[in-house]
């Protein structure tokens, strides 16, 4: 059994920002495996089969910083353990376009992992971190709120959609061949886009 969260803001006015990710991501499963979202657990909850596994779904709706009380009480009422949950979030620490899975850690910053890691009591739980960084991120450094409240912008519009569906692709395979075959698979393919991005970073600062 897993319960797959995504991480987000509610409102229109946060719908489509880099912060909301994570809702998008679960909004692109919903859409590939017929899910129907309804309001449950502080959040919008829906229910279905994955790769012939049944999985849990929330989309918190108590804001990013209060994330883990709606995560807490879903995992109370299905008796769930942390090792059950699946996280899916914005990593500011990775350019766009680029996706990891990591099995534990630190909130890295993060405030509403920080929250989940509260109500949960524990680290230990999967995350899949997509990346939201732009190419010029080091210009907005002293403005992380302002840079995660803000819509995609240009080539990241362009491509939101294949970012979003490779998150729930990744979702997919660990739910039918399990976490640690997906990690291995993901992580692989976010070192060969980091070396494009790296090298597409290189040809720009080029005079």
């Known amino acids: 059994m897993l319960y797959i969260i995504g991480l987000g803001n509610p409102g229109k006015q946060y719908e489509h920002t880099r912060h909301n990710i994570g809702f998008m991501v679960l909004d692109k499963l919903a859409e590939r495996n017929g899910l129907t979202f ?9 229910t279905g ?7 849990h779904f929330l989309k918190p709706q108590t804001y990013m910083n209060l994330s883990g009380e709606a995560v807490g009480e879903l995992c109370r009422y299905f008796k769930a353990t942390a090792d059950e949950v699946c996280v899916v979030y914005d990593e500011l620490d990775f350019s766009y376009g680029v996706l990891k899975l990591r099995k534990n850690g630190s909130a890295g910053g993060h405030n509403g992992i920080k929250s989940l890691i509260q109500h949960l009591g524990t680290e230990d739980f999967a995350r899949f971190r997509m990346g939201i960084a732009g190419m010029h991120r080091s210009k907005i450094s002293g403005h992380t709120a302002d840079y995660v409240l803000a819509q995609f912008t240009g080539i990241e519009r362009e491509t939101l959609d294949e970012f979003t569906t490779r998150g729930a692709e990744a979702i997919e395979m660990a739910a039918k061949e399990g976490f640690t075959k997906a990690m291995n698979e993901y992580n692989k393919l976010a070192k060969e886009m980091e070396a494009k991005i790296k090298a597409a970073k290189d040809a720009a600062t080029q005079p």
Do not use: N, S, T, V
Not at 49 to 55: L, R, S, T
């Open 38 to 46: 309804r309001e449950d657990f502080k959040g919008l909850y829906a």
């Open 49 to 55: 089969m994955i790769a012939g596994e049944k999985c």
